[in-house]
C-alpha cells in the first residue's frame, strides 16, 4: 500500500532519504481520531494511504479501546494511555498503537478518542519489541503535542515531525531487521535459595525438587507462554556458589548483557546469609548498571512457608530486606513477592507477574478484562493459559483479589480432573458452597484463536451466564489479536 502507483505525489521520504535505506522499514504513520464519522484517519503518511486501509487501522485501533470506562465517564484524560501491539493480517502489518484522548469540551466525555500507529511489515516486527522504549518515548512526545494544539495544520507538522523522528531512529540502528525475538530471563541469587526449585515448581516437576543437586554454571531452558509465538524466551539459572558466581560477573558482558527481566531470589529462612545475599543483589545491580541495563526486577523473598507465616523473627528480617531493597535501587522496577514452593500460587504469581512485563500488550489485555467485568458484573477475573500461568488479572478490589489467590489453582485442576474423568455436563465450573450468599465463581474454559485459555470470573450470586457467554465471542475476538503479538 505504501508503494504508490501515482508517482507524482512524491513523498517527503524518497526526497531525503535513499531507497534503501532502514527508514524504509516504517510504512505508514497514522493518526486516528473519534471524531463525527466515527473512527477516521485524520492525518497519515504516506499521505496517498488507501483509503480502505486507512479507515481499517483507525476503526481496529480506536475500537479496541472503546468502551473504556473512565473515557466514557468523562473522569479525565490523564489515566487513558495504552500501548499495545496489534496485527492487521488483511494489510500484512503490525501495528505499534498509542491510544489516548484529546481533550474535546464539545464530546461526548468531554475527550475525543485517539490513536496515533506506525506500522511495519508484520516479518519486520521484532522491530517494536525491541525498541518500545525508544519508540514510546517518540509517540508519547507527539500524542501531547497533539493533545495541546487543536488546528489540523499543527497537528499536520507534529505529524510530520514524528515521523521524521522515527526514520531517523531506525536509521541508526543497527540491524532492525532480525526475524525472532531473543528474550532473555536470569535468574539469580546465592546458592540454595530455590532458584532451580521455583523453576521446577512452576513446571509441575514435583520429583525433580527432592532430587535436586546445586546447579553447576549456567543451566539453560526456555518458556513457551503459548504453543507457537514469535519469540525465544530463554531462561539462565545462574548457579549461585562463589565460583559461579564470581565467573558470571566478571564475564559479566556475556551473562548480564542483554536481559530482559531478571529474578532475583533470597532465602528467608537462611538469616546468617541475608547480608551475603543483600550484597551480591547490590553488586549485580552495579554490575548491570554499567552495562547500561535497566531489566525489570522481580525479588522474590523465597521459602516464605506456609507453617513460618507468623513468625516474628521471619517478619523482622523481611523488613530490613525490603528497606535495604528500596535504598539501593531507585534506578530499577522493582517488585516484591514472598515465594515458597509449598504454596505453588505464589510461585506462579510472582512468575507470570515477570513474564507480563515482556509484553508490550499488557495494558491492552488488562483493558479487556476490565471492560469484560463490568459487562458481566464480575468483580474480579483471571485469564490463564494452559500451564495455569496468569495471562492477565482485573478485580475491583482486593478482597476479589486475593479470593482468586486462594482457588485459581484449584479450580484448573478440578476443571482438569472433571474433564478428563468426563463429568463435566457443560465447559465450565459454578462454585456452590464455597463463598457466602452473595458471590459465586465461575471456572471457564475459553477458545481463543488455536488456544485454549481459562477464564475465571467471581461474580454475583444473581449472575446470568447468558450475559456472560453472549458476551464472550467479542472478548475472544479482541483476544485473538492481542494474543497473536503478545510476546
Ligand atoms: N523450605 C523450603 N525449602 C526450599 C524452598 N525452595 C527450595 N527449597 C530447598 O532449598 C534447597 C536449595 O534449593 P535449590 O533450588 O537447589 O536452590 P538454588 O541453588 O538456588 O538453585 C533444596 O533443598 C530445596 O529443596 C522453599 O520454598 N521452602
Ligand atoms: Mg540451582
Not at 539462565?236 to 559461579?244: A, E, F, H, I, V
Not at 551475603?276 to 521459602?303: G, M, W
Not at 515477570?354 to 468483580?379: H, I, V
Request: glycine content about 4%; some cysteine; overall charge neutral.
Amino acid at each position: 500500500m505504501t508503494k504508490s502507483k501515482d508517482k507524482k505525489k512524491k513523498n517527503k521520504l524518497f526526497e531525503k532519504e535513499p531507497l534503501d535505506s532502514k527508514a524504509n522499514i516504517i510504512k505508514a504513520v497514522v493518526l486516528s481520531i473519534f471524531d463525527e464519522n466515527g473512527p477516521t484517519p485524520n492525518i497519515y503518511w504516506p499521505y496517498d494511504l488507501d483509503e480502505q486501509a486507512g479507515l481499517l487501522i483507525a476503526m481496529k485501533t480506536i475500537s479496541l479501546l472503546m468502551g473504556d470506562a473512565t473515557y466514557q465517564d468523562g473522569i479525565g484524560t490523564e489515566g487513558v494511555n495504552y500501548f499495545g501491539i496489534l496485527p492487521f493480517p488483511d494489510l500484512k502489518l503490525n501495528g505499534l498503537t498509542y491510544f489516548f484522548l484529546i481533550p474535546e469540551v464539545k464530546a461526548r466525555g468531554k475527550a475525543l478518542a485517539a490513536t496515533i500507529t506506525v506500522l511495519i511489515d508484520e516479518e519486520n516486527r521484532v522491530f517494536f519489541y525491541e525498541n518500545m522504549k525508544y519508540l514510546r518515548i517518540i509517540i508519547d512526545k507527539a500524542a501531547t503535542q497533539i493533545q495541546n494544539n487543536k488546528q489540523h495544520s499543527e497537528r499536520e507538522i507534529i505529524m510530520d515531525e514524528i515521523r521524521e523522528e522515527l526514520f531517523e531512529f531506525a536509521n541508526e540502528l543497527k540491524d532492525p531487521f532480525s526475524t525472532k525475538r531473543q528474550l532473555k530471563i536470569l535468574l539469580t541469587g546465592l546458592d540454595k535459595a530455590g532458584k532451580s526449585s521455583f523453576m521446577y515448581g512452576i513446571r509441575r516437576k514435583y520429583s525433580e525438587i527432592i532430587k535436586s543437586m546445586p546447579t553447576k554454571g549456567v543451566e539453560r531452558s526456555e518458556e513457551n507462554i503459548f504453543e507457537e509465538q514469535n519469540s525465544t524466551i530463554s531462561i539462565w539459572d545462574l548457579g549461585g556458589q562463589k565460583k559461579y558466581r564470581e565467573r558470571y560477573l566478571e564475564q559479566s558482558k556475556m551473562y548480564l548483557y542483554n536481559i530482559d527481566l531478571m529474578f532475583f531470589f533470597i532465602d528467608i529462612q537462611d538469616v546468617e546469609r541475608i547480608d551475603e545475599a543483600l550484597s551480591l543483589f547490590k553488586t549485580i545491580l552495579n554490575t548491570i548498571i554499567e552495562l547500561d541495563e535497566f531489566p525489570p526486577i522481580v525479588l522474590c523473598l523465597n521459602k516464605f512457608d506456609p507453617d513460618i507465616k507468623g513468625s516474628k523473627e521471619i517478619f523482622k528480617n523481611l523488613e530490613r530486606i525490603a528497606d535495604v531493597i528500596q535504598e539501593n535501587s531507585d534506578k530499577f522496577f522493582i517488585k516484591i513477592f514472598q515465594t515458597s514452593i509449598f504454596d505453588h500460587w505464589s510461585l506462579i504469581t510472582a512468575y507470570s507477574f515477570g513474564l507480563s512485563q515482556l509484553s508490550p500488550n499488557r495494558e491492552l489485555f488488562r483493558n479487556q478484562l476490565k471492560k469484560f467485568a463490568k459487562k458481566t458484573n464480575s468483580d474480579a477475573i483471571l485469564l490463564l493459559n494452559e500451564n495455569g500461568i496468569i495471562l492477565s488479572n482485573f478485580s475491583k478490589t482486593d478482597i476479589s483479589g486475593k479470593v482468586f489467590e486462594v482457588s485459581a489453582p484449584h479450580f484448573q485442576s478440578l476443571y482438569k480432573n472433571f474433564k478428563e474423568f468426563k463429568l463435566l455436563e457443560k465447559d465450565f465450573i459454578v462454585s456452590s458452597g464455597i463463598t457466602d450468599r452473595s458471590k459465586k465463581i465461575i471456572f471457564k474454559k475459553i477458545t481463543v484463536g488455536k488456544y485454549n485459555l481459562y477464564l475465571l470470573l467471581f461474580l454475583e450470586r444473581s449472575f446470568e451466564i447468558g450475559k456472560i457467554e453472549k458476551n464472550l465471542p467479542d472478548f475472544s475476538k479482541n483476544l485473538v489479536d492481542l494474543i497473536h503479538t503478545y510476546i
